[in-house]
């Protein structure tokens, strides 16, 4: 079983930053790919960015481009997510999630290629 718990959610205002958190209490870290979900209220869960195992290929949604960054820490067993340049459109609950995968370079967009989620932290966005 894994477990994962985010942090750094906040309220900030437009064009600030914050850096989302995400721990895993799994010594097999590394056998896992990670992604960045988020959902606002009345909406689905849409994958915001998505990193393989072994850390390369990210990928990003279109709407966050060139202001998320998202990137893993091996040793931490942590996932990070960057977020600049905040938009209100961005607020929403940021979960972190967790997938079993063969190959290093796998990276799943989709909620459903996931095996386990954190509880989500509140990002809220004001402008």
């Known amino acids: 079983q894994v477990q994962l718990v985010e942090s750094g959610g906040g309220l900030v205002q437009a064009g600030g930053s914050l850096r989302l958190s995400c721990a895993a209490s799994v010594r097999t870290f590394r056998v896992y790919a990670m992604g960045w979900f988020r959902q606002a209220p009345g909406e689905e869960r849409d994958v915001v960015a998505a990193?393989?195992?072994?850390?390369?290929?990210?990928y990003y949604a279109d709407s966050v481009t060139g202001r998320f960054t998202i990137s893993r820490d091996a040793a931490k067993n942590t996932v990070y997510l960057q977020m600049n340049s905040l938009k209100p459109e961005d607020t929403a609950v940021y979960y972190c999630?967790?997938?079993?995968?063969?190959?290093?370079?796998?990276?799943?967009?989709?909620?459903?290629?996931?095996?386990?989620w954190g509880q989500g932290t509140q990002v809220t966005v004001s402008s």
């Open positions: 990193i393989s195992r072994s850390g390369s290929s990210p």
């Open positions: 999630a967790a997938a079993i995968t063969q190959g290093d370079t796998y990276v799943y967009t989709g909620r459903y290629e996931y095996d386990y």
